[in-house]
């Protein structure tokens, strides 16, 4: 029982860290694709600032692959969190697994304890019955003893 309760308090201890690292692991894959699609955004718009008047067709065309780029971006962005939340998400279910076979085992574990307390209370009545039943009969045994003598 005394190692049931430390693992439970570390399993939710271990709980709580996953969910906050998968909410700073979130956090952090949608800063890093936000700053790369500012980046890429400022970095294709600053070439398209540098394109001739005259090569309209150009800016067109790279207007057209900026948008395929920040829309591919944002899809990897989703997918990426969607995957990490699933991965976070397995987890999250292992350990409730985990917590709810330690919490019946604790449970079986109480029970035993109780079990054998009780048990360990009736063998010291019946240890204590038999220390006064071998007093009666050492008095009983010098009561005979004097009477013979």
Do not use: C
Request: net charge positive; no cysteine; glycine share 4%.
């Amino acid at each position: 029982m005394h190692t049931a309760v430390p693992k439970l308090k570390k399993l939710y201890r271990l709980l709580m860290e996953v969910a906050s690292v998968g909410h700073l692991l979130s956090s952090l894959i949608s800063h890093h694709f936000s700053s790369a699609s500012t980046s890429l955004s400022g970095s294709l718009g600053a070439k398209i600032k540098t394109l001739n008047t005259g090569q309209n067709w150009q800016k067109f065309a790279l207007d057209n692959k900026i948008t395929k780029l920040e829309s591919d971006l944002q899809a990897a962005t989703v997918q990426e969190t969607d995957r990490n939340l699933q991965k976070e998400v397995e987890n999250s279910n292992t350990l409730k697994r985990q917590v709810s076979e330690l919490t019946i085992k604790r449970d079986s574990l109480e029970r035993e304890l109780t079990a054998a307390k009780s048990r360990i209370t009736e063998l010291q009545g019946s240890v204590k019955t038999s220390r006064n039943q071998a007093a009666d009969l050492r008095q009983d045994n010098t009561r005979v003893e004097a009477a013979r003598a």
